[in-house]
């Protein structure tokens, strides 16, 4: 949750791993988290009630399959997930070690889109998404086996 460091070349390095083509890198101002923070909020109210949408999220963050979703060490305490006020709300852990250090959230956050809604661009963009995650210094994120 730290700002970056070196952040200019480190924006270099995650749009080296794709083609413009493939999708659309966007990095949002601060200015921006606000209303992110309220799109969030909305969305979390939408999938309340949608079962299928909570079991998946249960299963990407419950660390039974060795090789894909999240490790449980990378999951959020009830504090952590409070200081983030863009996310939605996520399934979080109790730990006994508080070694995190905890702070305002200066993370740069970025957007990847498609200029078109065609399944091929939206495909791409998928495909784009583990690429960019792998540079991020996210610890315990995993991409899925099918995803690299």
Known sequence: MAAPTDWN??????R????????ILTVLPPQAR?????ASRLTEALR???????AEL??????LEPDEGMLRGSL??????????VDREFPTVRRDDHTRVMGPD????FVLSTVDDTPDQVLMCGEVLP????CTPWPGWRPARSAI
């Open 9 to 14: 070349s480190f924006e270099t390095l995650l």
């Open 16 to 23: 080296s791993t794709f083609s413009p083509d493939d999708a």
């Open 34 to 38: 606000p209303r992110l923070a309220e």
């Open 48 to 54: 309340r009630y949608d079962s299928s949408y909570h």
């Open 58 to 63: 249960s299963w990407w963050t419950s660390g």
């Open 76 to 85: 959020p305490t009830p504090e952590e997930n409070w200081v983030v006020g």
């Open 106 to 109: 200066r993370a740069k956050i």
């Open 131 to 134: 690429r960019v995650l792998e």
